[in-house]
């Protein structure tokens, strides 16, 4: 089988399964059915599009750096009545990085690493109000190790920060031997989470209604969709011996102009 996977990086991302009404939450790692969305998209499928074909893909997801949770008290005015729209809670990952991989036909997955170099419609981590930080783009589908291989091997893509920090975590709980490894054994391991759609036949650790059936937004459907867990210890640097690129999602802000208004008066909503 073929696999593509894609950097998932940015300043903010929300992956909700179970997102309804007034309260959107969001999962700790991208669903399936956002990223499936996302190549969709690419490729300028319409909403009532078939998506057998994707959905048939086997999906896989590595945290490289799950970010922290942000809650957001949203309030927003219709733009052309100026009626208030209903107060929501959004929650967002904030300063996350994940890669995801698909698994599957060949043609289909070079179709999509196509689409995803020149999309249809732009891409979003899980909401509109979320751009990528960095390109998708991990290289073009290639074939040999399955789905979770690839995962395992892919470069550690979190920022040098977060890797020091988590290196020295790790060197700590070693030297404590509180409850972990061996004080006096080798030096423990970094691990990060990896998760999975569960092989049939075989009892998943949790399910999410997280296959997509219809992305029609008249009837959305969404069937159930198994993951196994496990965890993996990430790579520093690619096959070539090459560092993976430096995550900061940051990196585009400039400052503002001092001439520029600084006022932070609010605006009314604009009644026509």
Request: hydrophobic share 35%; proline share 11%.
């Amino acid at each position: 089988m073929t696999v593509l996977l894609l950097r998932l990086a940015g300043p903010l991302q929300a992956w909700g399964s179970a997102a309804r009404f007034a309260r959107r939450t969001t999962e700790n790692a991208p669903t399936k059915s956002g990223v499936l969305g996302l190549l969709a998209a690419a490729e300028g499928r319409p909403r009532g599009a078939d998506l057998a074909d994707l959905a048939a893909l086997r999906f896989g997801v590595r945290i490289d750096q799950p970010g922290s949770r942000l809650r957001d008290f949203h309030t927003a005015h219709h733009g052309d009545s100026g009626k208030a729209m209903p107060l929501s809670e959004r929650f967002y990952l904030a300063d996350a990085v994940f890669v995801a991989g698909v698994e599957g036909d060949a043609v289909l997955l070079n179709r999509l690493y196509e689409a995803v170099r020149a999309p249809h419609f732009l891409p979003y981590l899980g909401r509109r109000s979320c751009p990528p930080s960095r390109p998708l783009d991990m290289g073009r589908p290639f074939s040999g190790p399955g789905l979770e291989d690839a995962l395992r091997a892919a470069p550690w893509q979190a920022a040098s920060w977060y890797r020091k920090r988590i290196g020295q975590a790790a060197q700590a709980y070693g030297r404590t031997g509180y409850g972990g490894p061996d004080p006096n054994g080798p030096p423990p391991e970094v691990a990060v989470d990896l998760l999975l759609d569960c092989p049939p036949g075989e009892l998943p650790h949790l399910s999410l209604r997280d296959t997509p059936v219809s992305f029609d937004p008249r009837h959305r459907q969404y069937g159930l969709r198994g993951v196994v867990t496990s965890l993996t210890e990430p790579r520093r640097h690619s096959s070539d011996g090459a560092p993976a690129p430096e995550h900061d999602p940051t990196v585009l802000l400039r400052s503002l102009d001092p001439s520029a208004s600084t006022s932070t008066a609010e605006h009314r909503p604009r009644n026509s």
